[in-house]
C-alpha cells in the first residue's frame, strides 16, 4: 500500500522555516510593513518572532499566508532591496 502524499501546503514546514523564508524575501523592515507585528518592527530576531507567533494565533495565521501567497509570487525585484540599501545608494553614488 502506498502512502498518498499531503494535500496541505504547510506539511513538514516548520514555523520557523516560513519565518526565515519571509526574512529572505522581505528583509525585517519590508516584513513589518506588510503585516503590522511589533516583533518585525522592534529589534525583530527569530527568536523573538517565534516565541510570539507561537502564543498568538491570529498573528501565526497572517505570517502563514503571507508565505503561501510568496510561494506563488515571483521574487520582488532586486532593484526595490537596493534603494533601500545604505550600502547600496552609497556605490550609486560614487
Not at 33 to 61: E, G, H, M, Q, Y
Not at 84 to 89: I, V
Request: proline share 7%; net charge negative; aromatic share 8%.
Amino acid at each position: 500500500m502506498t502512502t498518498q502524499p499531503s494535500k496541505d501546503p504547510l506539511h513538514g514546514v516548520t514555523l520557523e522555516m516560513q519565518v526565515t523564508a519571509l526574512v529572505a524575501r522581505y528583509g525585517w523592515a519590508g516584513l513589518g510593513k506588510i503585516i503590522k507585528i511589533n516583533c518585525f518592527n522592534s529589534d525583530p530576531s527569530v527568536k523573538s518572532s517565534l516565541k510570539f507567533l507561537r502564543r498568538t494565533p491570529w498573528a501565526r495565521a497572517e505570517v502563514e499566508a503571507l508565505y503561501l501567497d510568496s510561494l506563488d509570487d515571483p521574487a520582488p525585484a532586486a532593484d526595490d532591496e537596493d534603494a533601500t540599501s545604505p550600502w547600496a545608494r552609497a556605490r550609486a553614488d560614487k
